[in-house]
Nanobody
């Protein structure tokens, strides 16, 4: 059984930083792309960042470029999302997702397994 467990969310002031973690169990980790998506209240889920399997090529949404960094530790089956210069509009539930393939994409349909989400709240 594949499980993705996110952690690291919380309440932070605008301009602050948080690091989200997602541990994957039950599946070979290093080969597949990993992604982060988010959903704010009343809005659709949107892509945030992704990292490819094997080559660790990163992909970011324009709204987070230069502020967020995605990384992975294959020895720990963990993917991270380092978030800096947080804004009120970054407030959302953040979901970790494991891809069908090794290539990182921004399409939710390319991700097979999903975590339960972790809340990030940025106060202005």
């Amino acid at each position: 059984q594949v499980q993705l467990v996110e952690s690291g969310g919380g309440l932070v002031q605008a301009g602050g930083s948080l690091r989200l973690s997602c541990v994957v169990t039950g599946r070979t980790f290093s080969t597949y792309a990993m992604g982060w998506f988010r959903q704010a209240p009343g809005k659709e889920r949107e892509f945030v960042s992704a990292i490819s399997g094997i080559t660790s090529i990163q992909l970011h949404a324009d709204s987070v470029k230069g502020r967020f960094t995605i990384s992975r530790d294959n020895a720990k089956n963990t993917v991270y999302l380092q978030m800096k210069s947080l804004k009120a509009e970054d407030t959302a539930v953040y979901y970790c997702a494991a891809g069908y393939y090794k290539v990182a994409t921004n399409r939710a349909d390319d991700y097979r397994y999903w975590g339960q989400g972790t809340q990030v709240t940025v106060s202005s």
